[in-house]
């Protein structure tokens, strides 16, 4: 039974940074196709950064520069560091698994 439980998200003001987590069980970051999207209320669910074949990474062009996502192997946690944050970052943010599986979200709110 695969599950991702989401952790971090938090309410921060613009120009400010948030480390979200993703917790795995049932399967293993390291050998899956491991990605973070989000949804803005009234919007649809995009990707925000994932890995894809061969270990590269794709970034959203609205998050490149300010985002980083990386495994942990031992841990079995995959991580999302935000910086920068703009209000226009607020949303939930999913953890994904090999496109099928979601976890439950975290807030995120950017606001001052």
């Known amino acids: 039974q695969v599950q991702l439980v989401e952790s971090g998200g938090a309410s921060v003001q613009p120009g400010g940074s948030l480390r979200l987590s993703c917790l795995a069980s049932?399967?293993?970051?390291?050998?899956?196709?491991m990605s973070w999207y989000r949804q803005a209320p009234g919007k649809e669910r995009e990707l925000v950064a994932g890995?894809?074949?061969?270990?590269?990474?794709n970034y959203a062009d609205s998050v490149k520069g300010r985002f980083t996502i990386s495994r942990d192997s031992v841990k079995n946690t995959v991580y999302l560091q935000m910086t920068l944050l703009k209000p226009e970052d607020t949303a939930v943010y999913f953890c994904h698994a090999n496109g099928y599986y979601w976890g439950q979200g975290t807030q995120v709110t950017v606001s001052s």
């Open positions: 890995f894809v074949t061969g270990g590269s990474i």
């Open positions: 049932g399967i293993t970051v390291r050998n899956n196709y």
